[in-house]
């Protein structure tokens, strides 16, 4: 089993819909969490950090964290062309999923 | 403010040379990382200095890496021989000092033929 599992992919999405991302982690010790952003050929974006179960916002972003399934997501509303881009999935900052690739056609 | 910068940004070596990857962290940051990204695969966790001192170095696949920080400020990492399996892209990341949210470079691609 991996540290990290994201579905690889490809997500595609209509521009205006909602993009759900999701990452499950094997650690059930784990304590804190990352979404970061990566355009194609470019270097790894933090998008937002999550540490308490729940529900995190920020702008159109929305991160969820369920320690007790081991599970975060990433919902991303009105979902943009400009969002097109793999989300990797990051627990205790230093362990990365494979990440996914989200499409959002215009 | 000056972004984690990496230099090269490419480099293409032969089997058995050595090469040295450099990062210069964003000013002010004690936590600098090291990782790699092979193709199709997940970025992987290669150490974790503070400061000068070498925090979590658990993720250097063999004696072939050397990574240092003197003077706590930019960073070099050594692969000396290389080996083909050493190609990838190398990211380099800093923090602020307690804080995990992590600013990456650009990365270093490199390519051992």
């Known amino acids: 089993q991996k540290e990290v599992e994201q579905n690889s992919g490809p997500l595609s999405v209509p521009e205006g819909a909602i993009a759900s991302l999701n990452c499950t982690y094997s650690d059930r010790v784990s304590q804190s969490f990352f979404w970061y952003r990566q355009y194609s050929g470019k270097s790894p974006e933090l998008i937002m950090s999550i540490y308490s179960n729940g529900d995190k916002e920020d702008g159109r972003f929305t991160a969820q964290l369920n320690k007790a399934s081991q599970y975060v997501s990433l919902l991303i509303r009105d979902s943009q062309p400009s969002d097109s881009a793999t989300y990797l999935c990051a627990v205790e900052g230093v362990r990365f999923g494979a990440g996914t690739r989200l499409t959002v056609k215009p | 403010e000056a972004g984690v910068t990496q230099f090269p940004s490419h480099s293409v070596i032969e089997k058995g040379q050595t090469v040295t990857l450099r990062c210069d962290p964003i000013s002010g940051h004690d936590n600098l990382y090291w990782y790699r990204r092979v193709m199709g695969k997940e970025i992987k966790f290669l150490l974790h200095f503070v400061k000068e001192s070498k925090q979590d170095e658990s993720g250097m696949p063999n004696n072939r890496f050397l990574a240092e920080r003197t003077g706590g400020t930019y960073s070099t990492l050594k692969v000396q021989p290389a080996e083909l399996e050493d190609s990838g892209v190398y990211f380099c990341?800093?923090?602020?000092?307690?804080?995990?949210?992590?600013?990456f470079g650009p990365g270093t691609r490199l390519t051992v033929t």
């Open positions: 990341a800093s923090s602020q000092e307690g804080i995990r949210e992590q600013y």
